[in-house]
């Protein structure tokens, strides 16, 4: 890859990551993204790299840039929800999770550029009161999940957790 087409590639993906629910309402399950303060509105695409190197075919450079991008992808992806959701054990109580909260989906099977996203309609907490299971309601429907399964988007309240993120 040519510099180019790796910062454009990088660039829209770390431009759409989440970094705080959009609106407080609950039917709402975008996020506040990078790329609404550049675009106006969640990045959804990549753009088209410009091929004109004559040492590779088109459709073999093509592969070889979505294979970049989908290693990258996977791994920094990966690396991002690890540390949203950074957990210290024993020592420090982080906070239950909530109804009405933005939270997004852990996969390891999402395409790039592709955050899934749901509210939390249902928390269910174990004997010792911390919550370890919730429903969570999605675009394709309602999901059970436990909750290391979700990670929890800063809360806009906390300026501080919203600057950590960025």
């Given at each position: 890859m040519?510099?180019?087409?790796?910062?454009?590639?990088?660039?829209?993906?770390?431009?759409?990551?989440p970094l705080t629910?959009?609106?407080?309402?609950?039917?709402d399950l975008n996020p506040l993204t990078p790329g609404h303060f550049l675009t106006n509105c969640a990045i959804s695409s990549?753009?088209?790299?410009?091929?004109a190197?004559?040492?590779?075919?088109?459709?073999?450079r093509w592969e070889?840039?979505?294979?970049?991008?989908?290693?990258?992808?996977?791994?920094?992806?990966t690396e991002y929800l690890n540390h949203l959701q950074t957990r210290a054990k024993w020592s420090v109580q982080n906070p239950n999770l909530i109804e009405n909260q933005l939270v997004l989906l852990k996969?390891?099977?999402?395409?790039?550029?592709?955050?899934?996203?749901?509210?939390i309609l249902e928390v269910f907490p174990g004997s010792d009161g911390l919550v370890r299971v919730v429903n969570v309601k999605t675009s394709s429907?309602?999901?059970k999940?436990?909750?290391?399964?979700?990670?929890?988007?800063?809360?806009p309240d906390d300026p501080a957790t919203v600057e950590h993120t960025i």
């Open positions: 040519n510099f180019e087409e790796l910062t454009t590639q990088i660039e829209s993906l770390l431009n759409s990551r629910p959009l609106s407080s309402d609950p039917n990549f753009p088209e790299p410009y091929t190197s004559d040492s590779l075919s088109y459709h073999s070889l840039i979505q294979s970049l991008r989908n290693k990258f992808w996977n791994r920094w992806s996969d390891p099977n999402t395409k790039p550029l592709d955050w899934p996203m749901g509210r429907g309602i999901l999940r436990a909750i290391t399964k979700v990670v929890p988007l800063p809360i």
